[in-house]
């Protein structure tokens, strides 16, 4: 009994958390997504999908002067690193990010438009409304709140 105990607490020593937090702030005129990584190893190629068309208000990309959104667009522009990004057309609700490896503590930022087509203030996203879009990686996922946050949790750092 007392190895499986000694094998449980080795097991647990050498893992820990690999956390993937993606906050969205509105702002005018542009949105910010700011993605930040809280793991105690450095992570290969990561895909994320961030989903708005989970939400119930309604949210889309409004990145052209045409198509589905209203008043003020913004194309995406990387603010803060870089990644590969998915095309994003204006109207649409999901939006896939291919990060280069990452590195514990490491932020990058975002900006973009987004509008919600469920009420009166379209051209206005607050984090409330951001509750209920889902970001993805493989396997994992995980639900914004409404404060306009989503944290997925990564397999485990081994080392």
């Not at 450095?42 to 949210?59: F, K, N, Q, S, Y």
């Not at 609700?93 to 291919?98: H, K, V």
């Not at 990686?137 to 914004?144: C, D, L």
């Amino acid at each position: 009994m007392r190895y499986l105990t000694t094998l449980a607490l080795i097991c647990a020593a050498s893992t820990s958390a690999a956390d993937l937090t993606v906050s969205f702030r509105d702002g005018a005129p542009k949105d910010r997504f700011t993605l930040s990584y809280a793991g105690s190893c450095a992570l290969e190629e990561t895909t994320v999908v961030i989903d708005l068309g989970t939400a119930p208000a309604g949210l889309i990309f409004d990145t052209t002067s045409a198509g589905a959104g209203v008043e003020v667009y913004q194309p995406l522009e990387w603010v803060q690193g870089s990644a590969k990004t998915s095309d994003v057309a204006d109207g649409d609700t999901a939006l896939t990010l291919t990060l280069a490896s990452w590195t514990p503590g490491e932020v990058r930022a975002f900006t973009i438009d987004i509008d919600d087509t469920t009420s009166n203030r379209q051209i206005t996203v607050d984090g409330s409304e951001m509750a209920g879009a889902t970001l993805r990686s493989g396997p994992h996922m995980a639900q914004f709140d409404a404060s306009g946050a989503a944290t997925l949790q990564l397999d485990p750092c081994t080392s």
